[in-house]
T-cell receptor, first 115, second 113 residues
Framework: EAGVAQSPRYKIIEKRQSVAFWCNPI?????LYWYQQILGQGPKLLIQ????????DSQLPKDRFSAERLKGVDSTLKIQPAKLEDSAVYLC?????????????FGPGTRLTVL | GQQLNQSPQSMFIQEGEDVSMNCTSS?????WLWYKQDPGEGPVLLIA?????ELTSNGRLTAQFGITRKDSFLNISASIPSDVGIYFC?????????????FGKGTLLTVNP
């Protein structure tokens, strides 16, 4: 079974530029999560989708971050414009059911560096 | 938001030694999870705990859900070089959304061969 795919793996941009990350969850997984992991910290949930609807985006900085999951499969997370403090690893995870903690599978992440 | 205090922050041990790390919270958790993250990879679930007092093993790893529901520990026996990585505790706080995980800051484990 293929895992959660993410691209790109690495991205370096200058502040005020825009960037987008892509995630393809495990086939059949209805729930998709985007996490931000700052160096030395654990992952922090940014947004959760159930199929193509947003379940929780309470920790998403909506003035600069946006995410969508068209057709309930792939998802894109965008930052516009980027700030220095956005430098982090952005992890995508998926699970079969909502509330099933042990079925959250993580992708390898995208490491973003903002200069 | 909820805070998880994970300790120690880092550990340097010799191959073959046993390792213990723990996670505490000021509030009650319904679920405790332990993940391992290798460099350049996403976290991988090691053990999931669902009941107070539960003791679960996965090979050389053993984890327990504290009786007070405010703590959990992870033990690794007879460590080997591939145990190197960052170990995170995570959980679902009581009364919170049952899908939103709170993560600790991680324990960096280094194993000297």
């Amino acid at each position: 079974e293929a895992g959660v795919a993410q691209s790109p793996r690495y991205k370096i941009i200058e502040k005020r530029q825009s960037v987008a990350f892509w995630c393809n969850p495990i086939s059949g997984h209805a729930t998709l999560y985007w996490y931000q992991q700052i160096l030395g910290q654990g992952p922090k949930l940014l947004i959760q989708f159930q199929n193509n609807g947003v379940v929780d985006d309470s920790q998403l900085p909506k003035d600069r971050f946006s995410a969508e999951r068209l057709k309930g499969v792939d998802s894109t997370l965008k930052i516009q414009p980027a700030k220095l403090e956005d430098s982090a690893v952005y992890l995508c995870a998926s699970s079969f059911r909502v509330g099933e903690a042990d079925t959250q599978y993580f992708g390898p992440g995208t490491r973003l560096t903002v200069l | 938001g909820q805070q998880l205090n994970q300790s120690p922050q880092s550990m340097f041990i010799q191959e073959g030694e046993d390792v213990s790390m723990n996670c505490t919270s000021s509030s009650i958790f319904n679920t405790w999870l332990w993940y391992k993250q290798d460099p350049g990879e996403g976290p991988v679930l090691l053990i999931a705990l669902y009941k107070a007092g539960e003791l679960t093993s996965n090979g050389r790893l053993t984890a327990q859900f504290g009786i007070t529901r405010k703590d959990s520990f992870l033990n690794i026996s007879a460590s080997i070089p591939s145990d190197v990585g960052i170990y995170f505790c995570a959980g679902h706080p009581s009364g919170g959304s049952n899908y939103k995980l709170t993560f600790g800051k991680g324990t960096l484990l280094t194993v000297n061969p």
